[in-house]
């Protein structure tokens, strides 16, 4: 009975399985290149909320007060037809969707914002569908150049499968991260909602990303701050411990907020090297 009111709750909705793995790129970028310098990453699972006026507001003071270099973000509505209201004039995106709005002709799905532009992106949506709505989950890749520098920074913002009892499907979303990971030289962040409610997929996903050498970043005593499920928590930012060093007392989790059930992540890196 309660799965088939979900069932009919979300058809009454108008949601519909996005199966294109094309991104859809927003080209405001106002740097080529990054620097040396230090950058910030915040990360949110902002619950399909951007077009409530309170989390435009809310947004908008993250952006003024800690002055994010790249910002993901999870379950991000985007309009084509519309601007983006998730930028400013110095920032481009990067955006796959994995579900299409029917009621406000919009999509839902993980979105990548930067200043830089990236010189390389691939889009995965996963085989393991959701039920009910019969949907993948999206995984979005950007690399962005560094100045001087052979090198790169990788970054992947993903949303982990979520309703299935087997783990194959979560296996198999992460094996597309680890093949990427792999083929790269350079600094690499994986970060987002993944959805690592048992510990059957959290084990999974800590042994699978100390074997690509990325560390998770720690966030202390506000980590009992983080979306969880069944004593997992569920959003995490990993990076790779010998291109990237988490500077000191960076680490927050942002409390307060409203317009999501999810907290802002936020961290700053410094290179090692």
Same mark, same amino acid.
């Given at each position: 009975?309660?799965?088939?009111?979900?069932?009919?709750?979300?058809?009454?909705?108008?949601?519909?399985?996005?199966?294109?793995?094309?991104? /859809?790129?927003?080209?405001? !970028?106002?740097?080529?290149?990054?620097?040396?310098?230090?950058?910030?990453?915040?990360?949110?699972?902002?619950?399909?909320?951007?077009?409530?006026?309170?989390?435009?507001?809310?947004?908008?003071?993250?952006?003024?007060?800690?002055?994010?270099?790249?910002?993901?973000?999870?379950?991000?509505?985007?309009?084509?037809?519309? *601007?983006?209201?998730?930028?400013?004039?110095?920032?481009?995106?990067?955006?796959?969707?994995?579900?299409?709005?029917?009621?406000?002709?919009?999509?839902?799905?993980?979105?990548?914002?930067?200043?830089?532009?990236?010189?390389?992106?691939?889009?995965?949506?996963?085989?393991?569908?959701?039920?009910?709505?019969?949907?993948?989950?999206?995984?979005? #890749?950007?690399?962005?150049?560094? *100045?001087?520098?052979?090198?790169?920074?990788?970054? #992947?913002?993903?949303?982990?499968?979520?309703?299935?009892?087997?783990?194959?499907?979560?296996?198999?979303?992460?094996?597309? /991260?680890?093949?990427?990971?792999?083929?790269?030289?350079?600094?690499?962040?994986?970060?987002?909602?993944?959805?690592?409610?048992?510990?059957?997929?959290?084990?999974?996903?800590? *042994?699978?990303?100390?074997?690509?050498?990325?560390?998770?970043?720690?966030?202390?005593?506000?980590? &009992?701050?983080?979306?969880?499920?069944?004593?997992?928590?569920?959003?995490?930012?990993?990076?790779?411990?010998?291109?990237?060093?988490?500077?000191?007392?960076?680490?927050?989790?942002? *409390?307060?907020?409203?317009? &999501?059930?999810?907290?802002?992540? !936020?961290?700053?890196?410094?290179?090692?090297?």
């Amino acid at each position: 009975m309660v799965i088939a009111a979900a069932a009919f709750l979300l058809i009454s909705c108008g949601y519909v399985a996005v199966e294109s793995e094309q991104p /859809i790129s927003g080209d405001g !970028y106002h740097q080529q290149q990054l620097t040396r310098l230090p950058f910030r990453v915040l990360l949110w699972n902002i619950h399909k909320e951007n077009d409530n006026a309170l989390w435009q507001q809310e947004y908008l003071q993250l952006q003024q007060q800690l002055l994010p270099d790249f910002i993901l973000l999870q379950e991000l509505v985007y309009k084509p037809q519309t *601007t983006a209201n998730f930028t400013d004039k110095h920032q481009g995106f990067e955006y796959l969707a994995n579900l299409y709005i029917t009621e406000s002709k919009s999509y839902s799905g993980v979105g990548s914002i930067a200043r830089v532009k990236p010189d390389y992106h691939r889009a995965h949506l996963t085989r393991a569908k959701e039920p009910i709505t019969n949907s993948a989950k999206p995984t979005l #890749i950007t690399r962005y150049p560094i *100045t001087d520098s052979e090198h790169s920074l990788l970054l #992947i913002n993903l949303h982990g499968i979520n309703f299935q009892l087997s783990i194959d499907g979560y296996k198999q979303q992460l094996e597309v /991260i680890a093949d990427e990971v792999k083929q790269h030289t350079g600094a690499v962040i994986v970060a987002g909602d993944f959805n690592s409610w048992s510990e059957q997929r959290s084990d999974y996903l800590v *042994t699978l990303m100390a074997n690509m050498g990325l560390q998770a970043v720690d966030f202390g005593q506000q980590s &009992s701050h983080i979306k969880s499920f069944l004593g997992q928590r569920l959003d995490h930012i990993y990076y790779s411990r010998e291109w990237l060093v988490v500077k000191a007392d960076s680490p927050r989790v942002i *409390t307060g907020l409203q317009s &999501s059930d999810h907290s802002p992540l !936020y961290v700053t890196f410094e290179w090692r090297h």
